[in-house]
């Protein structure tokens, strides 16, 4: 998937003209990130839970057999966030059945990364596409009273596919 232009993100006025992020940055942190919180709809309140995962080409590619799986058949929509808040990277996108064709990459690359042998299957693992994807940096001291903040916030937004509707998860 080509990767889109940064743009600045409208954040209640927060940021200000600064440096746009690369994707290389987003990019070295999904693919290093051992930990990826998924967050899914639910008819209440919505749910995130840790799971490991594998990024490739502007996608996660992720397991689960819990309480996630019955949220993305429910609503695929779905938000992954790293686990810093200094060097953040928020992934909205459809969580969809990850397809056969991608089922020996996913093995490779999850054994490299967990040291843990996958079931050679399919079932429960998903794909996420990228819909939107904002990045920002942050001083965790407080002390430059958020001018990292402000002048790192960048925004990718992909096209729209997969049906999604474009609405912030």
């Given at each position: 998937?080509?990767?889109?232009?940064?743009?600045?993100?409208?954040?209640?006025?927060?940021?200000?003209?600064?440096?746009?992020?690369?994707?290389?940055?987003?990019?070295?942190?999904?693919?290093?990130?051992?930990?990826?919180?998924?967050?899914?709809r639910t008819t209440a309140f919505p749910s995130s839970r840790p799971v490991w995962g594998i990024w490739r080409d502007t996608r996660l590619f992720f397991s689960s057999g819990s309480l996630i799986a019955r949220h993305v058949d429910a609503d695929p929509r779905v938000q992954v966030n790293l686990e810093s808040g200094d060097e953040l990277v928020i992934l909205e996108g459809l969580a969809r059945?990850?397809?056969?064709?991608?089922?020996?990459?996913?093995l490779d690359a999850y054994k490299a990364k967990y040291h843990w042998d996958m079931p050679a299957s399919v079932d429960g693992v998903y794909e996420v596409r990228a819909h939107r994807v904002l990045a920002w940096m942050c001083d965790s001291s407080g002390i430059d009273a958020g001018a990292l903040f402000a002048n790192t916030a960048t925004e990718w937004r992909f096209a729209d596919a997969e049906g999604s509707t474009g609405e912030a998860v």
């Amino acid at each position: 998937m080509r990767v889109p232009e940064p743009t600045r993100p409208s954040l209640s006025g927060y940021v200000t003209p600064g440096k746009l992020l690369p994707w290389a940055w987003v990019d070295a942190r999904m693919s290093k990130s051992r930990n990826y919180w998924i967050t899914t709809r639910t008819t209440a309140f919505p749910s995130s839970r840790p799971v490991w995962g594998i990024w490739r080409d502007t996608r996660l590619f992720f397991s689960s057999g819990s309480l996630i799986a019955r949220h993305v058949d429910a609503d695929p929509r779905v938000q992954v966030n790293l686990e810093s808040g200094d060097e953040l990277v928020i992934l909205e996108g459809l969580a969809r059945p990850m397809p056969a064709s991608e089922l020996d990459a996913w093995l490779d690359a999850y054994k490299a990364k967990y040291h843990w042998d996958m079931p050679a299957s399919v079932d429960g693992v998903y794909e996420v596409r990228a819909h939107r994807v904002l990045a920002w940096m942050c001083d965790s001291s407080g002390i430059d009273a958020g001018a990292l903040f402000a002048n790192t916030a960048t925004e990718w937004r992909f096209a729209d596919a997969e049906g999604s509707t474009g609405e912030a998860v």
